[in-house]
């Protein structure tokens, strides 16, 4: 996450466009993919996924968003899952990840939230939703707390000016969903051009830390 700057997110029933979807991201340069659970057979879905990235795309790292209780977080991770995502915080995943070693970046909207998040081994938290918070409301953690890292998601767009701001206020990645694997783009399948999205957005991450 620190090293890329990116979490793309995203939920299909169907496996083969979930597949397609991860590869666009790896061709252009993802190596991390937030596989959403949302859907009634989601890990039917993930275990096939999991499969098609250990055979095909090498240090790809996969793992499971909106997750709710421990015992899923576990059969994620017993499918593969490297990191664990939840829009709330959950004291009882951060205790099952933290017995594997996964990472786990739980939702928190206070400071209260984010300071128990990290008395419980996180060392990344997601800010979510980000739209509500804003880059301010990152830039004003830092103050008290500058070891917090924190990784923006909801309501982050592919904008250039709208990443530099987040990315500048000290986030240390973003995650993107729709704003990057849009509905047109699945309409018209073309994964092509979600390649060349996510490249444009990785290139972006990158000149912004090295300015």
């Not at 700057?5 to 993919?33: N, Q």
């Not at 879905?45 to 499971?64: D, I, N, R």
């Not at 490297?82 to 017995?99: G, H, K």
């Not at 739980?106 to 300071?115: K, R, V």
Request: net charge negative.
């Amino acid at each position: 996450m620190e090293r890329t700057g990116l979490v793309p997110l995203f939920y299909h029933a169907d496996t083969a466009v979930v597949i397609e979807v991860v590869k666009a991201l790896y061709r252009g340069g993802a190596r991390l993919f937030e596989f959403t659970h949302r859907g009634a057979h989601a890990a039917d879905v993930f275990k096939e996924l999991a499969q098609m990235a250990t055979e095909e795309l090498p240090g790809m790292y996969l793992g499971a968003g909106s997750v709710t209780d421990a015992a899923t977080a576990s059969a994620y991770m017993n499918m593969g899952a490297s990191f664990i995502v939840t829009p709330v915080l959950r004291e009882d995943i951060a205790l099952t990840c933290n017995r594997r070693k996964v990472l786990y970046a739980p939702g928190c909207g206070s400071l209260t939230e984010i300071a128990r998040a990290e008395e419980l081994g996180c060392d990344i938290v997601k800010l979510f939703p980000a739209s509500v918070y804003g880059p301010e409301f990152i830039k004003a953690v830092a103050g008290p707390q500058p070891w917090t890292r924190i990784m923006p998601t909801g309501g982050v767009t592919t904008d250039p000016d709208d990443l530099k701001q987040w990315l500048a206020a000290g986030a240390v990645c973003v995650g993107l969903g729709s704003q990057l694997i849009t509905k047109d783009l699945l309409q018209s399948k073309d994964y092509d051009l979600l390649a060349r999205k996510t490249s444009e957005v990785l290139s972006v991450i990158s000149n912004v830390r090295q300015s």
